[in-house]
């Protein structure tokens, strides 16, 4: 069970060379099986643009799971990649999917290293660049079909809506919201 009371369960892990932290407070979601994803997620960029990934560890010190307004962040203080636990457990989402959003995420610690300012009037341009690298995943799959179209249709959009604000007081009441109904569904 991956929580002791109200105590998430933080697990500790190395994925394809890179230093993973789990912050597990979802007791309906087996740590092992979000970690099975991450390491089928990340062989697939491995395997398919092995440029890519052979850059991840001096992208990210470290990729965190744990709950989140998104299916991914760049944390630049940290240097770390977030992937969503729900999202990476989620089996609507191919690992395809996962794959995409961690490499989207290594694109922005990419141009965070370079210098790039990471504020939000240089946001749009820099999704932009992002997503094309998402594209180029997309292609290079076999069910890479979903990638390319949800890049290609933020390529298209208006700045505003490649890179909305996020309101994080928002984001956090509508994750307890959704994670209070998981538990009584448990219960």
């Known amino acids: 069970m991956p929580t002791h009371g109200d105590r998430p369960e933080i697990a500790t892990a190395t994925v ?3 230093p993973v932290v789990v912050h597990n407070t ?3 979601i087996p740590t092992g099986r979000v970690l099975a994803r991450l390491d089928e997620a990340l062989g697939l960029i491995a395997h398919h643009t092995p440029h890519h990934f052979r ?3 001096r992208d990210f010190d470290r990729v965190l799971v744990q709950r989140y307004a998104c299916r991914g962040a760049y944390l630049p203080d940290q240097h770390t990649c977030l992937v969503e636990l729900t999202f990476l457990d989620n089996r609507d989402f191919s690992a395809s999917q996962i794959a995409a959003t961690i490499l989207h995420e290594a694109m922005h610690a990419r141009l965070h290293r370079l ?6 009037r240089d946001r749009a341009r820099q999704e932009r660049f992002c997503r094309r690298a998402e594209i180029e995943f997309g292609s290079a799959v076999p ?5 390319v179209e ?3 249709a933020a390529l298209h959009s208006p700045d505003e809506d490649v890179a909305p604000a996020i309101d994080p007081a928002l984001a956090a009441r509508r994750i307890a ?3 209070r109904r998981a538990r009584e569904r448990r219960s």
């Open 16 to 18: 394809h060379g890179l």
């Open 26 to 28: 979802r007791p309906d």
């Open 55 to 57: 850059r991840l560890r």
């Open 115 to 120: 210098g790039f300012p990471l504020a939000m």
């Open 143 to 147: 069910d890479g079909a979903p990638i």
């Open 150 to 152: 949800r890049a290609l």
């Open 177 to 179: 919201e959704i994670d």
